[in-house]
């Protein structure tokens, strides 16, 4: 497996989203709300992802 990938979603979904949420914003004249909502969205996604990847990788080193 390629854990990089974890690592580099984990920083990466915060990061987009906030600079969606940004743009949303600017948009929608709503500042900073959804700056705020995506960033936490980007967070939630990230650990979410980040927790999948351990629970697979903790099953597949008690399996060997």
Known sequence: RDYKVTGV???ALPISGAIIGH???LYF???PWLT???FLLGVFIGFYRLIQEL???Q???NES
């Open 29 to 31: 004249r709503t500042d």
């Open 36 to 38: 705020l909502v995506m």
């Open 55 to 57: 629970v697979l990788f």
């Open 9 to 11: 979603q984990t920083c």
């Open 59 to 61: 099953r597949e080193n």
């Open 23 to 25: 743009y949303l914003d």
